[in-house]
């Protein structure tokens, strides 16, 4: 694990004997670093938790940049799967890209619950995202993650410390796909996110709420805690009400 970039080449597997499973997946450019310890805590309160880094995640940028959104797709219905066939219950948490493939996941299976921790749906710059990038993206592979934020010393980066254009193209066509999928989301969903979110805008957070299906539906908006709010533990009372109230969720179904 390199603890200065905050990146994990390893995958995760706690509390195997349990059959209330969870699936937990991480952010774009991220790595199991960001859900290891919210998949520890769980275990310990009884789950069979499973964290693994998505293909082109927890190696190299470059490698990154190969990857195609539909071998992010079939890589999280493989291991949920696969999860699924030892366990009664099962259930998923995702953050920022990890919570766009959890919604669509939730379209596919009969899952328990799922909760969405900051999906991106809207970016902050649609018009690099949406337009830039497109185009761009094969002239301009990478981008430093700093240059993109006005004040980058205040952020601590997971995972690469470049933005992989190739992949956010990639990134950009799951979000378009799993958009139109919002309303067949049935499964009882709690979203989080945060105010002070630097990467998921607050936009995101009306476009979920008011297009998922499920009439089962409870939130969760954080004031002062980051876009990495599964790890930041900045914010120590946040960080504690996050993981209190996924327990909590989680347990009811």
Same mark, same amino acid.
Not at 56 to 71: A, F, L, M, P, S
Not at 79 to 84: D, E, I, P, S, V
Not at 86 to 112: E, K, Q, R
């Given at each position: 694990m390199d603890k200065k970039s905050r990146l994990d080449s390893?995958? *995760?597997?706690?509390?195997?004997? =349990?059959?209330? $499973?969870? *699936? +937990?997946?991480? $952010?774009?450019?991220?790595?199991? *670093?960001?859900?290891?310890? /919210?998949?520890k805590y769980l275990s310990e309160k009884g789950y069979h938790t499973v964290a693994e880094n998505l293909p082109g995640h927890g190696t190299t940028v470059e490698e990154c940049n190969r990857v195609k959104y539909i071998d992010w797709i079939t890589f999280v219905q493989k291991g949920l799967a696969k999860l699924a066939s030892t366990c009664d219950t099962i259930? #998923?948490? $995702?953050? =920022?890209? $990890?919570a766009v493939l959890t919604l669509n +996941?939730?379209? #596919?299976?009969?899952?328990n619950s799922i909760v969405v921790v900051a999906p991106v749906f809207q970016f902050k710059n649609e018009f690099?995202?949406?337009? &830039?990038?497109? &185009? %761009?993206?094969? %002239?301009i592979p990478l981008t430093e993650k700093s240059s993109q934020y006005a004040n980058p010393n205040d952020i601590t980066f997971y995972g690469y410390s470049q933005y992989p254009n190739r992949? /956010?193209?990639?990134?950009?066509k799951l979000t378009n796909i799993v958009r139109r999928k919002?309303?067949?989301?049935?499964?009882?969903? /709690?979203? +989080?996110?945060s105010k002070s979110d630097q990467t998921c805008i607050m936009d995101n957070y009306k476009i979920v709420n008011s =297009?998922?299906?499920?009439?089962?539906?409870?939130? /969760?908006? &954080? @004031?002062?805690?980051?876009?990495?709010? +599964? @790890?930041d533990q900045d914010y120590m009372d946040e960080h504690e009400l996050i993981y209190s109230t996924i327990n909590q969720f989680i347990d009811k179904f």
């Amino acid at each position: 694990m390199d603890k200065k970039s905050r990146l994990d080449s390893n995958n *995760y597997e706690f509390n195997t004997e =349990s059959k209330k $499973g969870i *699936y +937990l997946i991480h $952010g774009f450019t991220n790595s199991t *670093y960001e859900v290891k310890i /919210l998949a520890k805590y769980l275990s310990e309160k009884g789950y069979h938790t499973v964290a693994e880094n998505l293909p082109g995640h927890g190696t190299t940028v470059e490698e990154c940049n190969r990857v195609k959104y539909i071998d992010w797709i079939t890589f999280v219905q493989k291991g949920l799967a696969k999860l699924a066939s030892t366990c009664d219950t099962i259930h #998923i948490i $995702g953050i =920022s890209m $990890g919570a766009v493939l959890t919604l669509n +996941l939730s379209t #596919i299976f009969p899952v328990n619950s799922i909760v969405v921790v900051a999906p991106v749906f809207q970016f902050k710059n649609e018009f690099k995202a949406r337009v &830039l990038v497109p &185009l %761009f993206n094969n %002239f301009i592979p990478l981008t430093e993650k700093s240059s993109q934020y006005a004040n980058p010393n205040d952020i601590t980066f997971y995972g690469y410390s470049q933005y992989p254009n190739r992949a /956010l193209n990639e990134f950009r066509k799951l979000t378009n796909i799993v958009r139109r999928k919002l309303p067949n989301v049935k499964c009882p969903t /709690l979203m +989080l996110f945060s105010k002070s979110d630097q990467t998921c805008i607050m936009d995101n957070y009306k476009i979920v709420n008011s =297009s998922i299906g499920t009439t089962t539906k409870e939130s /969760l908006i &954080l @004031d002062n805690i980051s876009h990495t709010m +599964l @790890d930041d533990q900045d914010y120590m009372d946040e960080h504690e009400l996050i993981y209190s109230t996924i327990n909590q969720f989680i347990d009811k179904f």
